[in-house]
């Protein structure tokens, strides 16, 4: 094998690397140190920090030590070979001092790179990675609790985790996508208890929302909670553990209440799955784990890891500042962090999994660290290759929102404020479309405008929603991206229709600066992907996508592609046009996104 098998989406830097590899054994007279091989030469090539200096940059220091030359020396031999090689990549090579600064020939990069976007084979070149290929990776998200509205922030979980799993996938992980529902609890309790004591407002099959409607229920438990007196506070929460005891022990009419809520919760789950567009392969539930997270506790105290503290069962991780790990409440009870030790058992040893990715909120990066350390205490190889990928809050402008306050806007909400705005602007194509034709655009925008809103940030930093930017034509928004893809679309479509086709053999035309920049962004696709990949940053390519876009619009305001001086040059920049096209579907895709064709 090559050391640079892996690296085929790369195809200028490969050969460079070679050129320089040969180089270098011309200067050294001989064989080279062990130490410098292909793939030092393949990382030594830099992408600069500004295109005026190169695509390539080449710092010639190590090269330099290796060989005992003096830097500038070894960067001024290296210069004359690369010059005499005759590498069709390289159009020119510049010497600064210690530095090779390296331009590729843009016709190489044309003749090689918009055929393969135009065939489809540039999006494969990263998934055929042998070792990725053999690499099972579970992503577990989305994660909301039943008897509860899905919030905002488990909007932003699911987006962030489809798009994980379409990175992966185009990365050429084998993944598995799962949820874990959190369908037992005192939340389920109370919500329960407020239904059954307050008997207002009944749940009917006429209620939309049910979930929302539960949550509202369980916002009301917790108000009568905060205002009565501490007598009646104990004989509240008494009746609430009684419900709560029922759900676990699975007998009893509140089992049966339980068994009926917690499935209109699952079915409202999947109609916004459904919505977005976003599939699991697993289904994992809190429920289904208490059990065995039990046993899990017994079996470690037979193992002497977990010991008692007041009645309680755990161990300490205080020399790691992670505090005491309680594995079995003194009541007896099973704490929401043992239910992760049998979950991620089952993930370990039923599905065989080498790497195993949570996305939650950073609220509970605690956790994690806890759980994935008392998983490696307890002898589970593979927590090491857990991560948890955590994510901040999605805020409205006036600040933060809490499912215990109320003050929460649902996903729900936010879909329909987007789809009021995407439906505004749309409403001057009425009478122009049909209305399947409307449906399924204003759908696949709302989709788009939310998913790229809640991608196209860091996940680290708080989002702030608002509406109207997220829906908003111009600049860094969803909309912007899909509006330039389907004008692509529409632009073939209108030469087609001319018997204007777009053509390969005459790809050495596209000399244009304008032309240039957009090829370098095309280029530049696919290793954004594997940084993406390999840093768990989605943001990464939203934002290439958009600066892809901005560099499109200017070739498309600063060259003419229909009306080309020549036949032979038009169906050049045809060629690019589509090529762009086909980046930015596949881009979107790997966000979640699927752009309307036509708009
Ligand atoms: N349902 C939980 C919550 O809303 C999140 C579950 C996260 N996943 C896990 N394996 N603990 O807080």
Known sequence: ??????????PAKCSLATSLYAALEKTAGGALPTDIDLLVCFKALEQPPEKTLGDYALPCFRFAKALKKIPNAMAEELKRELDASNNPWIESVILKGAFLNIFTNQKQVAKTLIPLLINGDGFKLLSSN???????????????????????????????????????????FKVIPVNYIGDEGTHIAKCLWAVEHYKG???????VNKAEWLGQRYVEANAKLKEANDETKIIYNTEI?????????????????????????????????????????????????????????????????????????????S??????????????STPYITKDLALAKVKFNDFDIDRSIYVVGSEQIFHFKQLFY???????????????LSYGLVVRPEGKMSSRAGNTITFLQLINLVVDEINQYLDKYKDEWDKAQMLDTAHKLAVGAIKYGMLQADPNKEIVFDPKEWVSFEGNSGPYLMYSYARTQSILTKAREQGLELSLDHLDLLTHEAERDLMRHLYDFNQTVLYACENYKHSTIANHLFFTCKAYNRFYNEVSVMKAETEDLRGARLALLNAFGNTLKKGLYLLGITPPEKM
Not at 201 to 207: G, S
Request: charged share 30%; hydrophobic share 35%.
């Open 1 to 10: 094998m090559n050391q640079l098998d892996n690296f085929s989406y790369d």
């Open 130 to 172: 042998p070792i990725n290929n053999k690499t099972k990776v579970m992503i577990e998200f989305s994660q909301p609790n039943t008897h509860k509205e899905f919030h905002v922030g488990h909007g932003r979980n699911v987006c962030l985790g489809d798009s994980l799993c379409r990175i992966f996938s185009y990365n050429g």
């Open 201 to 207: 407002e009944q749940l009917t099959e006429a209620i």
């Open 241 to 317: 553990s009684t419900i709560l005891k029922a759900i676990e022990n699975k007998s009893g009419k509140y089992y049966e209440s339980w068994k009926i809520t917690r499935q209109y919760c699952l079915e409202d789950f999947d109609r916004i799955y459904k919505w977005l567009d976003v599939h699991f392969e697993h289904l994992f539930y809190e429920s289904e784990v208490s059990e065995a997270s039990q046993e899990i506790v017994d079996e470690y105290i037979a193992k002497s890891l977990f010991v008692e503290d007041k009645g309680a069962f755990g161990f300490d991780m």
């Open 319 to 332: 020399d790691k500042k992670l505090g005491f790990f309680m594995a079995r409440k003194s009541d007896g």
């Open 374 to 388: 008392a998983l490696e205490q307890m002898g589970f190889e593979q927590a090491k290759q857990c991560y948890h």
